[in-house]
Structures are given as C-alpha cells and as structure tokens.
C-alpha cells in the first residue's frame, strides 16, 4: 500500500475525506404501520433500539413522535406520545434515532411544562441550558452523602413524629378526600428549599390550575417549576412527566441546591407504566401489574436523595393512593419497601375533623433516629406510647367500662387525649417550626403528668 506523506497536499484532502464520513447522518430506513391496538402501534421494516423515538405520519401530512418500547421478530411496538386520531394502516414509521433527551436550565423556574418539556402556560418557549438524560444516571451509592440535617417542612405533627431529613425519600399513603393535596400544598410553601419541584401525574386536569393558586401561589411560583401530564393524557406521557420531573430535580441539585421533590401520585406512574405493559403482551402477577411495574419504581425513587460530594440534595415527597383505605394494595406495599418512610393519613381522623390527619401510629421516618435530639425522641416515644394505650382500650373508656386508677398510665392517656388530639389540628394556612412544635409538645405532655408517672411510661413501656 502506498503511504502518502503525513504533510503533502493528499493527506489533508484525506482527513477532510475521513471527517465528511464520520460526521455524514446515518441512513433511515422507513417502516409502515401494520397495526394499531388500544394505544400500541406495530410497525414492521425499520430498525428502532428500545427508548428511541419515530415519527408516524397521518394522511393529511402531520406526525406524531411515538417511543419504541418493544419489539418481536421483524416487528416493532411503539406507543405515542400524542392524539392518535386520524392514523392509517401503512402509514410511514420513520427512526429518529436518537434518545429521551430533555432540554433543562434556570429557565424553567416558574414555568409549568407537559411531559415532553414543552411549556404549556403560553408564556412562550424555555430557553435550556443543557441536555439531559430523561432516565438519569445512577450515582455511586457509596458516593452519596449521608442524611444528617433535619428538614422542617412547617407541619407540627410530622415534624415532631416522623422527622424528616434533607435528602430523605418519602411516601404520602392516602386514601381520596382525606386531605393529601392540602397537606402537600402545606409542605410547598413552609419547606425550607431553594427548588420546589412538582410532579402532577394522572391527576385530575382541574387540580393543576388550583395547586398552583392556592398551594404555591405567585411567591412560591417563583422558584417552582411544575410538571402536569393530567389523566387524559396518554400513558407514555404520564410516565415522561415523572421522569421529566426527577431530571429537573436532578439537573438544580447538580447545581449544589437544596431541592424539594412533590409527586402526585406515584401509584398513577405505576398505573401509566402497568397500561404501556399489558398492551405490549407483558403478563400480569400481582392484582393485574407485570413485573415491570415493580422494577420501573425503584429506577425512579432512587434518582432522589442526597447527591455526592459538592452536590446538593433532593428531598422527595411521593404521594400513594390507597383505592379503598387498602394499605396491603400492592404499589403501596412496594413503595413501602423502597422509600425511606411513609406518612399516613386517617379517614377516621379526617372525619373527627383533625387535619391534617396524620396517623402517628401508622407513620415512620426511617432516620429520624439520626437526625433528632435525645429530648426529641423522648418527647415522641412518651406521645406515642400515650396514645397506642388510649387506642388500645378505646372500647373500655367510651362505654365506661373502664375504671379510673386501675392503670396510672391509661389514666395519663385519658387525661391527655383531647391536648394530643388538639396538637396533631394545624390550619392549612398556619406554620409550625421544628423547634416551636416541639415546644408545644412538651407543654402538652408535661403539663398535667407527675414527672413519675412519666419516668414510668417510658421505663416500664
């Protein structure tokens, strides 16, 4: 083989050669649509990797982009991330061979986007900064910081009983009209963040509108930015809106900000990913979800939390709808597993007018054990304790049977049930520090107990 000289005139040419070949787009073979059932649509003739996107064309010569989510033999599943009305057999399927990237920037603060990025409050588009990963990257877990700070989020009974961490991962278990969009709308405006990120997936269209007048609100609007894929959009876009939301969320804490992450639901996201697998042919296990569903929720939830070093923190709040105050359903039992904590509200607290209903018996926060002080968990243990003993022998006290000075300590819990209960009550419009919550449960726990009577609850108990 003759070798040309490394300076001569040919092996410039050469080079220039080399570069119009690599930088030359790859040629797109174009498939037809075969089949189209439910939202799936099968297309054969083309080539497309699981993620990418396609554009389908309808006959009066509009497309709508579809992502590829499976394949069989020569065939290719997609499902579309618009209105599918209109589609004809043997439309033209055409690879655009590239990935779920997502445009991100400072831009994006007060502004309210869909699924795909694109801004739908007509405030015109959003200038991005970078590129990201709408599926993230993983980040070492031996690389992330520890949870060591208490977050206030402004609510009293969750912060003096199921304290959270910055950096924590969190589930909000409901079942509907208990008061889950109240008290997420409390957290937004009382948390210390320097982001607030909000995620509303499959929820009702109506509430978009009104979660962002009345719980965050022009000031709060400021540094949010909201994501709403509302139920009447397809499923492939309520999943691109979870994940669009924790890209966001990634992108600022990247950035070395302290970032508050609001889904609304996560069990809306399984719903969404369970409808895309079944209609690909996934078989169903448990109560009508394929195994996808359970592997797609970890993927999620473990984008969120602390970031490694010089990295800022995303403290995520998950909401998870229990359908018939079920808490055995099995995304709530599954989400249980994998977050860091679960705050449950109470329909029979709801009902006797106590919002908002926590449940502190039902509810955990997995590090509230690091992050509080010895007082704190004390303070905490006492009210519990109080209170599983009043519930214990509820029958006994409403119909009289139960005697007063048979037990010091039910009598105690007698005594401080109305105060307890009273101390959970905290108006939507009120907050409540860490530090004044805890204040004010002390009062409540000292102010008619003999400081025996309290050494033997938390000695004997």
């Known amino acids: 083989m003759l070798e040309v000289p490394r300076n001569s005139v040919w092996a410039s040419r050469l080079a220039e050669r080399e570069a119009q070949v690599e930088s030359a787009s790859r040629l797109v073979v174009e498939g037809k649509l075969?089949?189209?059932?439910?939202?799936?649509?099968e297309a054969e003739g083309c080539e497309a990797s699981i993620g990418s996107y396609c554009e389908v064309s309808r006959p009066d010569g509009t497309r709508i982009d579809a992502e590829v989510v499976g394949f069989a033999d020569d065939r290719i599943f997609l499902m579309p991330t618009g209105d599918i009305r209109g589609m004809s057999n043997n439309a033209s399927v055409r690879p655009k061979l590239r990935a779920a990237h997502i445009g991100v920037g400072a831009g994006m603060l007060g502004r309210v986007?869909?699924?795909?990025?694109?801004?739908?409050?007509?405030?015109?588009?959003?200038?991005?900064?970078?590129?990201v990963d709408l599926h993230g990257k993983a980040i070492n877990p031996l690389a992330r910081q520890p949870i060591t700070e208490a977050l206030d989020v402004g609510v009293r009974s969750i912060n003096s009983f199921i304290s959270l961490g910055r950096g924590q991962r969190v589930g909000l278990?409901?079942?509907s009209g208990v008061g889950k969009s109240v008290l997420l709308g409390m957290m937004t405006r009382n948390t210390e963040a320097d982001i607030v990120v909000v995620g509303l997936i499959g929820e009702r269209g109506r509430e978009v509108q009104e979660f962002?007048?009345?719980?965050?609100?022009?000031?709060g609007m400021q540094r949010s930015v909201v994501v709403a894929t509302p139920s009447d959009y397809p499923p492939l876009m309520r999943i691109h809106g979870a994940l669009l939301a924790t890209s966001?969320?990634?992108y600022f804490r990247d950035q070395g900000l302290k970032v508050l992450l609001l889904m609304d639901s996560l069990t809306r996201f399984a719903q969404a990913q369970r409808e895309i697998a079944l209609a690909i042919g996934?078989?169903?296990?448990?109560k009508g979800y394929p195994p996808s569903v359970f592997a797609s929720l970890p993927e999620l939830v473990e984008r969120a939390g602390n970031g490694a070093q010089g990295q800022g923190s995303i403290t995520a709040v998950y909401t998870v709808l229990t359908e018939g105050d079920d808490h055995n359903?099995?995304?709530?039992?599954?989400?249980?597993?994998?977050?860091?904590?679960?705050?449950?509200?109470?329909?029979?607290?709801?009902?006797?007018?106590?919002?908002?209903?926590?449940?502190?018996?039902?509810?955990?926060?997995?590090?509230?054990?690091q992050i509080v002080s010895p007082q704190h968990r004390q303070l905490a243990q006492v009210y519990r304790r109080l209170n599983a003993l009043y519930e214990e022998n509820k029958d006994l006290i409403s119909v009289g049977a139960y005697n007063s000075g048979t037990d010091p300590n039910i009598d105690m819990a007698v005594a401080l049930y109305p105060k307890m209960m009273e101390f959970l009550r905290q108006d939507m419009n009120e907050s409540a520090s860490l530090a004044?919550?805890?204040?004010?449960?002390?009062?409540?726990?000292?102010s008619e107990i003999p400081q025996q009577t309290e050494e033997n609850v938390n000695g004997d108990h």
């Open 436 to 446: 004044e919550g805890l204040a004010t449960l002390e009062q409540v726990l000292t």
């Open 282 to 286: 996934e078989p169903p296990v448990t």
């Open 113 to 131: 986007l869909d699924g795909s990025g694109q801004p739908i409050d007509g405030k015109g588009a959003i200038r991005s900064e970078q590129q």
């Open 34 to 41: 075969k089949r189209l059932v439910g939202l799936t649509l």
């Open 212 to 219: 962002i007048d009345q719980s965050l609100g022009p000031a």
């Open 173 to 175: 278990f409901a079942g």
């Open 329 to 369: 359903d099995p995304i709530a039992d599954a989400a249980r597993s994998i977050l860091d904590g679960h705050i449950v509200l109470s329909r029979q607290l709801a009902g006797a007018g106590i919002f908002p209903a926590v449940d502190v018996d039902a509810s955990v926060s997995r590090v509230m054990e």
């Open 248 to 250: 966001i969320a990634e």
